[in-house]
């Protein structure tokens, strides 16, 4: 059962999105094309102008992080990224860990969520190493997570690429599902795009 909040709060636009890659044609189940319908609806937030560009990007983040909650609770079983008990941090208290869960060797594992429209973002844009930082530091300080072990920061994103400072400080600490990845597994995948509608619409029955 997904819990994520905003499922709730942006209940038409969710409905939208993951319905219209179900319904569409094989060709269409893409990550590009999810990424445009998030774009679509983002761009029509209705906002006061001095936040309407926080609005959007929280909307895109929690977008992003709905997708990741269905994806890793429908990918249990995969010893490459399955986590177990995956569980929605508190959106209260979001100092960098979207979410935690536990890898095939049993540690708690901190997940953070990256939304990116562009698949190569640079300057500001960029995944820097301060980003995975704070994931790291509130990871261990307030979801007690075992980030001294291998495979332990997962960073969810729609981007293809990070800052290089990332694989030298984390080496093998850190689990990349980019664009790239993504697209791998769930690119025209009929039985992903179908769960994830179906798993939508049992969320607003419970």
Request: aromatic fraction near 12%.
């Amino acid at each position: 059962m997904l819990e994520h909040s905003a499922i709730s709060v942006y209940y038409k636009q969710v409905l939208d999105i993951f319905n219209t890659l179900d319904i569409a044609e094989q060709s269409i189940k893409t990550i590009d094309n999810w990424i445009s319908l998030v774009e679509n609806h983002a761009n029509q937030i209705v906002s006061k102008k001095d936040d309407k560009e926080k609005r959007m990007n929280d909307f895109r983040g929690d977008m992003l992080e709905i997708l990741a909650e269905i994806f890793f609770k429908n990918s249990v079983f995969d010893d490459r990224f399955g986590l177990q008990k995956y569980t929605i941090a508190d959106s209260t208290s979001d100092y960098g860990v979207d979410a935690t869960g536990y890898n095939v060797n049993g540690h708690k594992c901190a997940v953070q969520c990256k939304y990116r429209a562009n698949p190569n973002p640079t300057g500001d844009d960029q995944i820097k190493y301060e980003d995975l930082t704070k994931t790291y530091f509130d990871g261990r300080e307030n979801h007690e997570c075992d980030l001294d072990k291998p495979h332990t920061v997962f960073l969810f994103t729609t981007a293809s690429t990070y800052s290089f400072v990332i694989d030298v400080n984390f080496k093998d600490k850190l689990v990349f599902l980019g664009r790239r990845q993504l697209s791998e597994i769930i690119h025209q995948n009929n039985n992903f795009w179908a769960i994830a509608n179906s798993q939508i619409k049992e969320f607003f029955e419970k």
